[in-house]
Structure formats: structure tokens, C-alpha cells
């Protein structure tokens, strides 16, 4: 009998190995045969990151096969760097951030799927600042996470709307502090999503309005956040990979079709959340989630891809011929129309 139970464990030990990509290898699956995975946020918990809570919620993770660990991001950059050292094995960042930090350095991470198909990346200030339009950023500061979407996308941004990016001041600012240090004028600006904009007028509590400079404006072409797996994990494991993202996607689509819901279930994990806040920064979201040309949520175009990379190219901030759509995205694995 003894025997007998040994060979049953061993066997069950060896059908976990074969099915694990993610982590080093020694991840286990205490008490279940649920593959443990560790999941970033792009940045904070806010409520735009409430669709990872929701697929935690409603099992769609558990039910996907994997034991599911959510914990915050600081930034596209920080979050690449994350996964690609295996300290965590998905991860949420800005696809053109990611596409810029590629050009710089070769990390092995790839992008399985998108979450919004236009970019709310963006310049916030308030009334009375006198920021206007993006000609009125000259000399002025910007508060922003190091490695945030926003301020790495910059020089791409300042280049279409012709401005010099030398003449921005980006100050290091925590996500967290973001809104309180715009509503102090201890800055000019703060680099924030477009769905930050709730969070900004609350945190303000003068009754001034957010005046936002949206990248996506100038530069429509643009991707949103993107889903983040190592280059090795894609390769290896595509079948693990198109269940996560299936998983997660699932989530996002709950997500907007109940914002209100969806921030309640947020706050049932982040007790800090503000539930009003959440929901209108999710009902903000909803746009840029849904396709436009009749693809499911996550699609991925790879002719777009490559004008992403040319739009850059042009703007000087990835040497032309640096990257092909294949560098930065595995087009396989997101999801098909």
C-alpha cells in the first residue's frame, strides 16, 4: 500500500512538471494540482485593474487550471523587468512602452493579447494651472512613477504634437501620490490614464476639473495596456499561455459589461477602494477595451503592430529596422476574431 501511494506521487509530481512554465520550476501546488502563478498589475490597484480581480472572483482562473497571486505594479518598465527575472510570470503593461524599452534593451518577455485597443495614456493638470493644450507643458513639471507608461511614451507624444521634451521636467512621483500632488501644485501635471480622471477631481476637492492631453489624440494607432508573459513560457507552454489570457480576458469582459460590480469585487481585495471612484474610471474604460473593427476583446493586428513600431521609429525613439511585429508581440496566442 505504501508502495503504492509512493508511485501515485510521483506520478502526480511529474504531471505538475510537465504542465509548469511559469516561475523557476520549484512553484508547487499546495494541496491542489492548481499551477501557481503570480500576476502584476500595470500600476497600483486601482479600479482600470479591476478585471484581474474579477476573474479571481468568479474562479475563472481556478477553473483555467492556476492558483492565481495578484500583486501591484509600479509601471510598464518595472513590470517587464518582473517578469522577464521570474519574479513574476504575467504581467500588465503599456504596449508601446514595451515596444521603446525592446528597442533599448533585449529582455525576453513577449505580449500574448491586448487589454485596451487604444492607448488612455496622458498629460492631467487642472484648471487654473494654465495647461490648456500641449503647447502650454513647455517649462512646465510633470509628476510621474520612473519607467511609467506616460513618461516613457513621452518623447513619442511631445514629437507629434511638436514640442521639445527637453523643455518637460518629469518629477519621480509614487502612483499613490500622484493626485495629491497635483492638487498641492507641487507639480504642473502628473502623467496619469485617461480613467484616472475621477480620481484626480476627488483627490483636488476644490471643484476644479482635470484638464487631460490623452496621447491617443495624436497618435490613434496606438495600443493600451498589453498582457506580458516571458519569450520562453510563450514559446514552450502556448496551451498554458491561451488558457491564462482566455481567463483574464474573461474577467475584462465582465468587467465592462458591470463596471459597478466589478469595482464592489475590487474593493472586497483592495478594503482602500473608493467603489464610486472605481466604477467611473472602469465606465471610462469600456471604449477603450472594445475593438472597433469587429475583433474579439485582446486581438491583436499585426499590420498595426508594425506602423506602432514605425510611428516610433519616426519620433526617434526606436532606431528604424530595430524590431519586427514578431520581437514584441506572439500574435498566435491572443485571442482570434
Do not use: W
Amino acid at each position: 500500500m505504501r508502495l503504492r501511494r509512493s508511485a501515485v506521487a510521483l506520478t502526480a509530481v511529474l504531471g505538475l512538471a510537465l504542465v509548469s512554465a511559469c516561475g523557476s520550476g520549484d512553484d508547487k501546488s499546495s494541496g491542489s494540482d492548481l499551477q501557481k502563478v503570480n500576476y502584476l498589475t500595470s500600476f497600483g490597484q486601482f479600479g482600470r485593474e479591476a478585471y484581474a480581480y474579477v476573474a479571481l472572483e468568479k474562479g475563472y482562473f481556478k477553473d483555467a487550471g492556476f492558483d492565481v497571486t495578484i500583486t501591484k505594479g509600479n509601471g510598464t518598465v518595472e513590470v517587464m523587468k518582473q517578469v522577464a527575472g521570474g519574479q513574476a510570470d504575467y504581467g500588465i503593461g503599456d504596449f508601446t512602452a514595451i515596444a521603446i524599452t525592446l528597442g533599448k534593451q533585449k529582455l525576453p518577455v513577449t505580449t500574448v493579447g491586448m487589454i485596451q485597443q487604444r492607448s488612455m495614456a496622458a498629460i492631467v493638470s487642472l484648471q487654473g494651472y494654465g495647461i490648456t493644450k500641449p503647447e502650454d507643458l513647455m517649462d512646465k513639471s510633470v509628476g510621474d512613477q520612473p519607467g511609467s507608461t506616460n513618461q516613457v511614451m513621452f518623447p513619442v507624444y511631445a514629437k507629434a504634437v511638436g514640442i521639445d521634451e527637453k523643455k518637460v521636467t518629469f518629477i519621480p512621483s509614487p502612483p499613490q501620490n500622484l493626485p495629491a500632488v497635483l492638487s498641492t501644485k507641487k507639480v504642473d501635471a502628473i502623467g496619469q490614464f485617461v480613467v484616472g480622471v475621477p480620481l484626480v477631481e476627488k483627490a483636488d476637492g476644490q471643484g476644479r476639473k482635470a484638464v487631460v492631453l490623452p496621447y491617443g489624440e495624436k497618435l490613434p494607432q496606438l495600443y493600451g495596456n498589453a498582457i506580458l508573459t516571458r519569450s520562453d513560457v510563450a514559446k514552450d507552454h502556448p496551451d498554458q499561455v491561451k488558457k491564462f489570457t482566455t481567463a483574464l480576458l474573461k474577467g475584462l469582459q465582465d468587467t465592462i459589461a458591470d463596471p459597478a460590480a466589478a469595482a464592489e469585487t475590487l474593493k472586497k481585495y483592495v478594503p482602500t477602494t473608493d467603489v464610486a471612484v472605481a466604477t467611473k474610471e472602469l465606465e471610462l474604460m469600456k471604449p477603450y477595451v472594445q475593438p472597433t473593427s469587429g475583433d474579439t476583446i485582446g486581438a491583436v493586428d499585426e499590420e498595426r503592430v508594425q506602423k506602432v513600431l514605425d510611428t516610433l521609429a519616426e519620433a526617434d525613439t526606436l532606431t528604424p529596422g530595430t524590431l519586427k511585429p514578431a520581437d514584441v508581440v506572439t500574435v498566435g496566442l491572443a485571442p482570434k476574431s
